[in-house]
């Protein structure tokens, strides 16, 4: 049992059962022993690995898409470059270098803010980040980013943040909570069903119709963040790229999962140790965008890279280069863009003030 379950098993017992969101920000944030604040969770080394871990062919396409949305809003001198959740760095590293190349006018007037909760990959940005332009602000909330249009980043962000869930009982969706139990190998945690019940004009249309035992996950502190990025975009002007795995409609299932050393393990196997998410509902933070006078456009992670110019970009970098070589790119690129893969898994969310018409989620462009 780890120190965390430990305490988890102790507040339950004492104060009762408590929310799968409460559960989630324990495992994912405690200052003694949460995942983000403890360990060191990104590449082969750790538990999972990131689209920009996988190739530099992504942070430069994510870059070349920054770059199109400068233009977009014509050349603003005094735009904010951002990446909330920016990980070790490796992507804003990426997309700085290309931005250097395709767009140096920007990247000379742009201010580059970073938001990050977490001082030790604080320190990690600022390492792989040193040199790289001549200033880097870093920022505890997206409301401390400096003003100006701002061009927003976030990859792997939003399915970190915690969900409740609700589960269908009897005719009603009640929210489903963490609590102890007696097994024979001692107290363990698991699932209960609460008394408290969510609106339903919360639910889905179609909840009427599904079946007794049904999750519903809503997510309000992933609604509260869009509506912060949304507010900034509409007052300043400005786009977010919002990239995660989840689903374009909105839906029903049980989503949360933990992954250790890149396989999948319980939720409450080893609280604290093991990195816990759910997939994002995509459709949920579009609506939420629109509400605040924003477009929005979606589409697979997949379809994104290949209107960004992932071929092109991926012959590229094989030119001149051996076999071997040749085949590690084409092995990334399948990840990053392949059906059943990362392609379309993942999903990326573009949010832009009214004006602006941002390639490739507008077709007029």
Known sequence: MTALKQRLVRL????????????????????EAGYYTT??????????????EVSQMFGELVGIWCAGVWQALGQPQNAVLCEIGPGRGTLMADMLRTLAKVAPAFLGSARVAMVETSQRLTEIQQKKLAGAVPSI??????????????????????DALPVRQYVKVNGRFVERLVTTMQTADGTELGFSAGAGSIDAALLPPRH???????????APARTALMQRIAERIAASRGAAL???YGHL????????????????QGVFEKPGEADLTSHVDFAALADTARAFACRTGAMTQGDFLLAMGLLDRAGQLGADKNEAYREQIRTDVER??????????????????Q??????FDPSV
Request: charged share 25%.
């Open 336 to 353: 990053l863009a392949g059906p059943g893969q990362m392609g379309t898994l993942f999903k990326v969310l573009c949010v832009s003030d």
């Open 249 to 264: 409609e909105t839906g029903f299932g049980d989503t949360l999962q933990a992954v250790s050393k890149h396989k999948p």
């Open 137 to 158: 602000t870093w920022h505890r909330e997206i409301e401390d980013v400096p003003e100006g249009p701002l061009i927003l980043v976030a990859n792997e962000l939003f």
């Open 12 to 31: 339950i017992d004492t104060a009762g059962p408590i929310s799968v969101a409460e559960y989630m920000a324990a495992c994912l944030g405690d200052r």
């Open 39 to 52: 360990r060191e969770p990104f590449g082969r080394e750790g538990d999972f690995i990131t689209a920009p």
């Open 355 to 360: 004006k602006s018409r941002i390639f490739p």
């Open 208 to 218: 009427a119709q599904a079946p007794d035992g049904a999750i519903f996950e809503a």
């Open 242 to 244: 919002l990239i995660d």
